[in-house]
């Protein structure tokens, strides 16, 4: 019953900026981490940005120092704010939480970098 609901994907132009948001809902009794993953078409599901329940994060290379991840645990959503975009970002950006027992996916959002 858990549902993961994805926001905020689109298309921007190259240097751009987008903010993903992804809000959980249904009976969850811990999430301990949260993140973002992405797959670009012909290429396998990569991730992106993680974020432990104490705060700890975690960035690709290739995104580090261009996205922030955060969570509002009050609300149970995670965000990813995307800055100084490139046409290589585009893909398909799913949301991922990790609770004591189970693993959940979003039904990802469709981000286009125009060169």
């Known amino acids: 019953q858990v549902q993961l609901v994805e926001s905020g994907g689109g298309l921007v132009q190259a240097g751009g900026s987008l903010r993903l948001s992804c809000a959980a809902s249904?009976?969850?009794?811990?999430?301990?981490?949260m993140g973002w993953y992405r797959q670009a078409p012909g290429k396998q599901r990569d991730m992106v940005a993680r974020i432990t329940s104490g705060g700890i994060t975690n960035y690709a290379d290739s995104v580090r120092g261009r996205f922030t991840i955060s969570r509002d645990n009050a609300k149970n959503t995670v965000y990813l704010q995307m800055n100084s975009l490139k046409p290589e970002d585009t893909a398909v950006y799913y949301c991922n939480i990790l609770t004591g027992s189970n693993i959940y996916w979003g039904q990802g959002t469709q981000v286009t970098v125009s060169s």
């Open positions: 249904g009976r969850i009794f811990s999430i301990n981490t």
